[in-house]
């Protein structure tokens, strides 16, 4: 059994109550793990090393922080094997795509903030006293401070990657971080410590403190020497986060749920289409914040792309995420397993017609070390109404349910009808329509024929209940910076 610790100072240590929580393999249903149940106790001892690392660490050149952060990305590419296999393992997510690219992306992070730091410099602003009465002229200069100790709070789909998305801005901008992964897939979190003291980041500089969001998460948001909190997870707990920091006027990033919009009009290249439709609403069970959940296709075309795209997503490989062939794994948690077992039971009841999948997967079809495990078919519902729960809450899961349109009105009106806005792709071959689309769009992202294409430049992040601020280049390191303006009368 696997017994995970804090990282907190350069050191691995349990809580300071000593209690723990289990760790559950998905695929399996079986423990294989321990970690810290840690509270406001651990926090603040986390809190505090990190306080104690940030003058120095925030002192040294930016070159120096640049050195630090590509040898954390040259040790991730080093362990790719052994932080691959852990993902999958604690995910349940294939082991292929781990491979590809959860963990090659968490290394991609790092060297993208640790080279972007080199390439930055402050604003200025001459000014010649703007022909105000008694206006004189002036340099500005806006400097950016590194804000001091950051909380960091992830979730458990993507777990390194999305947690190396921030750590790495945080930490070239010169902060100390407190790091919360989520409590159900807190493994390469452990491994990334590791990794740091071998890249020789400095004791208290990056630190990782496992447990549930109701306590050390909670403790993490409302500490007084967090003064910045940036956050990836449900919308939920998202408001409630943004409500404790804007108490205590804390900077706040927000990266929340999504319900997205996959819109195939008909001059669309369709094999391409149907290609990435299948993709984007099953990459990692459907498990993605960005998944094209909502399938909205133009009516001419709806009936032929259908028996198409339920063929293909019937077709798909699911079992043991570690078997190279494997396409689709397990489900994250059990509790996760029966939140969309019961939102596909809804579906049935409120009219939708299940053209695929719909169950989980029958034990039978399941290996022996998997036949406990939390699988659940991919699954195509179309029949329901635009406005029902199922078309409306995010169900983070293997299921994509499908709409019609006649019209591009149609079409907006669909894709915008709910209260998300993070991603949206639409396939279409009429330059006009795309540009006309892109930008009536309820979402921060749009993907024009591809979908989550990624240049670590672009910023990041949604519109409406799916998030507050952005992150990605030149965003990220604003947010983990204070600008600070210099005016000089010349
Ligand atoms: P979650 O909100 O339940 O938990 C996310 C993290 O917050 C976990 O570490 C959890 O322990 C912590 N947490 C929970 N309550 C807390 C509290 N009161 N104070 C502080 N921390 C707390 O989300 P989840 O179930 O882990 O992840 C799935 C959700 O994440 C989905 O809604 C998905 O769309 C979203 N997500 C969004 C993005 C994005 O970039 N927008 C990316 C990935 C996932």
Same mark, same amino acid.
């Given at each position: 059994?696997?017994?995970?610790?804090?990282?907190?100072?350069?050191?691995?240590?349990?809580? *300071?109550?000593?209690?723990?929580?289990?760790?559950?393999?998905?695929?399996? =249903?079986?423990?294989?793990?321990?970690?810290?149940?840690?509270?406001?106790?651990?926090?603040?001892?986390?809190?505090?090393?990190?306080?104690?690392?940030?003058?120095?660490?925030?002192?040294?050149?930016?070159?120096?922080?640049? %050195?630090?952060?590509?040898?954390?990305?040259?040790?991730?590419?080093?362990?790719?094997?052994?932080?691959?296999?852990?993902?999958?393992?604690?995910?349940? $997510?294939?082991?292929?795509?781990?491979?590809?690219?959860?963990?090659?992306?968490?290394?991609?992070?790092?060297?993208?903030?640790?080279?972007?730091?080199?390439?930055?410099?402050?604003?200025?602003?001459?000014?010649?006293?703007?022909?105000?009465?008694?206006?004189?002229?002036?340099?500005?200069?806006?400097?950016?401070? +590194?804000?001091?100790?950051?909380?960091?709070?992830? +979730?458990?789909?993507?777990?390194?990657?999305?947690?190396?998305?921030?750590?790495?801005?945080?930490?070239?901008?010169?902060?100390?971080?407190?790091?919360? +992964?989520?409590?159900?897939?807190?493994?390469?979190?452990?491994?990334?410590?590791?990794?740091?003291?071998?890249?020789?980041?400095? *004791?208290?500089?990056?630190?990782?403190?496992?447990?549930?969001? =109701?306590?050390?998460?909670?403790?993490?948001?409302?500490?007084?020497?967090?003064?910045?909190?940036?956050?990836?997870?449900?919308?939920?707990?998202?408001?409630?986060?943004?409500?404790?920091?804007?108490?205590?006027? $804390?900077?706040?990033?927000?990266?929340?749920?999504?319900?997205?919009?996959?819109?195939?009009?008909?001059?669309?290249?369709?094999?391409?289409?149907?290609?990435?439709?299948?993709?984007?609403?099953?990459?990692?069970?459907?498990?993605?914040?960005?998944?094209?959940?909502?399938?909205?296709?133009?009516?001419?075309?709806?009936?032929?792309?259908?028996?198409?795209?339920?063929?293909?997503?019937?077709?798909?490989?699911?079992?043991?995420?570690?078997?190279?062939?494997?396409?689709?794994? *397990?489900?994250?948690?059990?509790?996760?397993?029966?939140?969309?077992?019961?939102?596909?039971?809804?579906?049935?009841?409120?009219?939708?017609?299940?053209?695929?999948?719909?169950?989980?997967? *029958?034990?039978?079809?399941?290996?022996?070390?998997?036949?406990?495990?939390?699988?659940?078919?991919?699954?195509?519902?179309?029949?329901?109404?635009?406005?029902?729960?199922?078309? %409306?809450?995010?169900?983070?899961?293997?299921?994509?349910?499908?709409?019609?349109?006649?019209?591009?009105? %149609?079409?907006?009106?669909?894709?915008?009808?709910?209260?998300?806005?993070?991603?949206?792709?639409?396939?279409?071959?009429?330059?006009?329509?795309?540009?006309?689309?892109?930008?009536?769009?309820?979402?921060?992202?749009?993907?024009?024929?591809?979908?989550?294409?990624?240049?670590?430049?672009?910023?990041?992040?949604?519109?409406?209940?799916?998030?507050?601020?952005?992150?990605? =280049?030149?965003?990220?390191?604003?947010?983990?910076?204070?600008?600070?303006?210099?005016?000089?009368?010349?």
């Amino acid at each position: 059994m696997l017994e995970l610790a804090n990282y907190i100072n350069g050191k691995h240590v349990p809580a *300071a109550s000593r209690k723990v929580l289990p760790i559950i393999e998905p695929a399996t =249903g079986l423990q294989y793990s321990t970690v810290p149940d840690s509270d406001a106790v651990d926090v603040d001892q986390a809190v505090a090393a990190a306080k104690t690392a940030f003058p120095a660490w925030s002192a040294i050149s930016s070159h120096q922080r640049s %050195q630090h952060l590509l040898r954390l990305a040259d040790l991730i590419d080093a362990n790719v094997d052994a932080l691959a296999r852990a993902e999958s393992i604690d995910t349940g $997510k294939p082991l292929s795509l781990a491979r590809s690219i959860d963990i090659p992306r968490s290394a991609a992070n790092f060297r993208f903030f640790a080279t972007a730091i080199l390439h930055t410099a402050s604003e200025l602003h001459d000014f010649d006293g703007g022909g105000i009465p008694g206006g004189v002229p002036a340099i500005n200069y806006t400097l950016r401070k +590194p804000r001091g100790v950051a909380g960091l709070i992830s +979730p458990w789909n993507l777990p390194l990657y999305l947690l190396s998305w921030k750590i790495a801005p945080a930490l070239a901008t010169g902060n100390a971080v407190v790091c919360k +992964p989520s409590e159900v897939t807190p493994v390469t979190a452990s491994m990334l410590g590791d990794l740091a003291s071998q890249a020789g980041i400095p *004791a208290g500089v990056l630190n990782v403190v496992h447990g549930t969001g =109701g306590s050390a998460g909670a403790a993490l948001v409302q500490h007084d020497d967090v003064p910045a909190i940036s956050f990836t997870g449900s919308t939920r707990v998202g408001q409630w986060i943004g409500e404790h920091c804007g108490a205590r006027s $804390k900077r706040t990033s927000l990266e929340l749920g999504g319900k997205n919009p996959f819109i195939v009009f008909a001059d669309a290249d369709l094999p391409k289409a149907l290609e990435t439709a299948v993709r984007a609403g099953f990459t990692n069970q459907g498990q993605v914040c960005l998944c094209g959940s909502r399938l909205l296709l133009h009516e001419s075309i709806a009936a032929e792309f259908l028996k198409e795209f339920v063929a293909r997503v019937a077709a798909l490989r699911i079992g043991d995420p570690l078997e190279p062939s494997t396409q689709q794994g *397990a489900l994250t948690s059990e509790a996760h397993f029966h939140k969309v077992v019961s939102m596909v039971d809804q579906a049935r009841e409120l009219g939708g017609r299940v053209l695929c999948g719909g169950s989980p997967l *029958a034990k039978s079809d399941l290996p022996t070390r998997c036949k406990s495990g939390f699988f659940f078919r991919p699954t195509v519902i179309e029949g329901l109404s635009p406005s029902c729960v199922v078309e %409306q809450e995010e169900i983070f899961g293997p299921v994509v349910t499908v709409q019609t349109f006649s019209t591009d009105e %149609q079409a907006i009106a669909l894709a915008n009808c709910t209260r998300y806005g993070l991603a949206a792709t639409l396939f279409t071959q009429n330059l006009s329509r795309a540009h006309a689309l892109a930008s009536q769009l309820d979402a921060g992202i749009v993907w024009v024929n591809c979908w989550m294409v990624r240049d670590l430049r672009t910023p990041f992040g949604g519109v409406k209940q799916s998030g507050v601020g952005r992150e990605g =280049g030149l965003e990220a390191l604003k947010f983990f910076t204070e600008p600070k303006n210099v005016c000089i009368s010349v």
